[in-house]
């Protein structure tokens, strides 16, 4: 009756779709065109959501949960707001 920490992990897998999907969304909510770079061979690795075809950094490198976890952020904010003007 434990918690398995291995299943909740396989769960909680974020993949490359999964994270465009989600930037798909947040672009059509606020009619923005960001971009997701995804560099694993640099320095410091990760994600990044860029604007402007890449030249501007709005958030740097993260891991691919914490990048979901932004954007999920992003995505929430947008409904409470929508919630507050109606």
Excluded: C
Excluded at 5 to 15: F, K, P
Excluded at 60 to 65: D, F, P, T
């Amino acid at each position: 009756m434990g918690y398995d920490m291995r299943v909740a992990t396989r769960r909680s897998r974020v993949t490359r779709r999964r994270l465009h999907s989600r930037l798909e969304r947040v672009n059509e909510m606020f009619n923005s065109s960001l971009q997701l770079n995804h560099n694993p061979f640099s320095e410091h690795g990760g994600w990044q959501l860029t604007s402007k075809n890449g030249s501007h950094i709005e958030y740097h490198r993260v891991s691919a949960k914490e990048m979901l976890a932004l954007l999920d952020g992003m995505t929430g904010a947008y409904h409470l707001q929508q919630k507050k003007e109606i």
